[in-house]
């Protein structure tokens, strides 16, 4: 993604959104907050206010060049629009990993127009413990070792 799809998406190609866009590039596999987003212009020097960052994500949200999610912990992370995926999300550390399965995807596709229904997204979550060894994020690791 680059300056052009700003314009594309009807968006000035500003600066904070060109950091923000570049940012969300650097860390295509990571789901982040407006938080770590502005934590991670922090450590480039980059003196952009989080109540833009909020802003920006908006706009890009709305244009859909990001997808909002909002987990079971109810923070709300983004990540750029990569196409049609779902997310295991594992309920002690919260490792996020995406996936893919086309068979799923046209399941999906299925029950929705057996309903009735012409399916326009669909968010697919699924919980669990990952069986990460020695995981950086698990808590109870964490508490074992204080």
Not at 40 to 49: A, H, P
Not at 53 to 66: K, N, P, T
Not at 101 to 119: I, P, T, V, Y
């Amino acid at each position: 993604m680059q300056t052009s799809d700003l314009r594309k998406a009807g968006l000035k190609a500003t600066l904070p959104r060109l950091k923000i866009l570049e940012v969300l590039q650097q860390n295509k596999q990571d789901h982040l907050s407006a938080e770590d987003v502005y934590r991670k212009l922090l450590d480039n020097e980059e003196d952009i206010g989080l109540a833009t960052i909020y802003r920006v994500l908006s706009q890009f949200e709305d244009a859909g060049l990001v997808i909002r999610h909002h987990f079971e912990d109810g923070h709300a992370l983004f990540e750029l629009e990569q196409g049609p995926h779902d997310h295991l999300i594992c309920v002690k550390c919260g490792k996020i990993e995406e996936f893919f399965d086309n068979e799923m995807q046209q399941r999906q596709r299925d029950l929705a127009q057996k309903s009735g229904f012409d399916l326009s997204k669909h968010t697919l979550v699924l919980y669990g413990d990952c069986q990460t060894a020695n995981c950086e994020n698990d808590t109870d690791t964490k508490k074992d070792s204080s």
